[in-house]
């Protein structure tokens, strides 16, 4: 029974410095960004999943001209710590516009502006420079700096 006992011990503490030593992802969780310039409210949001999947959203209100944009979508990311990189792949088919309304904008512009913002998500954007310190999530995109804090 002492056996027992002792292997039993040893396969926990095992366990335990596995545990401890393994990196988990630090992108995992929400971030976001919310931006108040010229009249401008913009809030983004993404919330990167340990299986490699994320949702975003993003709500816009504009006074000039007058604007409100609320969608949100799903896709799927891949980080490499090492490099330093975060990719992001959304997929159009899952981008969903809960709310356009653009001051003197036809239905059929509309369309056209739905359209549009779901072409952009087509491809794969890579961030660089990416790199967690406290509860901030840095990177560069086409060469901006990009800050989102953890919610």
């Known amino acids: 029974m002492k056996k027992f006992a002792f292997i039993s011990t040893c396969l926990c ?67 490499d710590e090492g490099a330093k990189t975060l990719k992001i792949t959304i997929d159009p088919a899952t981008i969903e516009l809960k709310e356009l309304d653009v001051e003197s904008l036809g239905e059929g512009l509309k369309d056209m502006v739905v359209e549009s913002i779901k072409k952009q998500y087509v491809s794969e954007e890579t961030y660089t420079d990416v790199e967690v310190v406290d509860n901030t999530l840095n990177m560069s995109f086409k060469g901006r700096k990009v800050s989102l804090k953890s919610k």
């Open 13 to 79: 503490a095992m366990f335990v410095a596995l545990f401890a030593c393994s990196k988990s992802n630090p992108l995992v969780g929400k971030w976001g960004l919310d931006i108040d310039q010229l009249g401008t409210d913009v809030d983004v949001e993404y919330v990167f999943n340990s299986d490699g999947t994320m949702q975003f959203s993003c709500d816009m209100e504009a006074e000039s001209p007058k604007m409100s944009i609320d969608m949100e979508g799903k896709g799927k990311y891949t980080y």
